[in-house]
């Protein structure tokens, strides 16, 4: 069964500092990964996927994404951090186990940028 | 991408009362979702809803207290059924377009 880890529950950094957000997954084939935004009372904003082409994937608002098979990893960073980028992050792959879709979610990062 | 709506944006219900979520899809889409997102965590799957056949339950969550209609392609309906304070919840939807999901904003209900 596909599965993400998100090994920081929260994570804090200075305005213009970089941001590093850490995901890995378990898989059986080769996955489609997300990494989507929850902004306050907001739904989820989808920033980037990868879906076996290109390994760096690049998103909205300066974000990528590497995807990393010998280390099965897919952590997303950003070079340098602005006080918008305060939100939840979901790293996500998507299951398509005994013929049927749907998403496993990470538990989530919470990004706090500090002025 | 897909533009999804969803009303009420926020509710506060009496217990044992029910509450119809809806949502609005602005194009066309097969699979549609529904999710529970407790206050400080991650989404929880509560139903696929696909058009044209029964929505599909995950563990947990069962029909009686989650009826879900799904009338056409761009529209779905999440009634929770008889309102207890566990309720309480963000409850969001989402469709799926080219094996991506696209999410609502959202409706926060509180049930007192």
Known sequence: AQSVTQLDSHVSVSEGTPVLLRCNYSSSYSPSLFWYVQHPNKGLQLLLKYTSAATLVKGINGFEAEFKKSETSFHLTKPSAHMSDAAEYFCVVSDWASGTYKYIFGTGTRLKVLA | ?112
Do not use: H
């Open chain 2, 1 to 112: 991408s897909a533009v999804i709506s969803q009303k009420p944006s926020r509710d506060i219900c009496q217990r044992g009362t029910s509450l119809t979520i809806q949502c609005q899809v602005d194009s066309q889409v097969t699979m549609m979702f529904w999710y529970r997102q407790q206050p400080g965590q991650s989404l929880t799957l509560i139903a696929t809803a696909n058009q044209g056949s029964e929505a599909t339950y995950e563990s947990g969550f069962v029909i009686d207290k989650f009826p879900i209609s799904r009338p056409n392609l761009t529209f779905s309906t999440l009634t929770v059924s008889n309102m207890s304070p566990e309720d309480s919840s963000i409850y969001l939807c989402s469709a799926d377009l080219t094996d991506t999901q696209y999410f609502g904003p959202g409706t926060r209900l509180t049930v007192l």
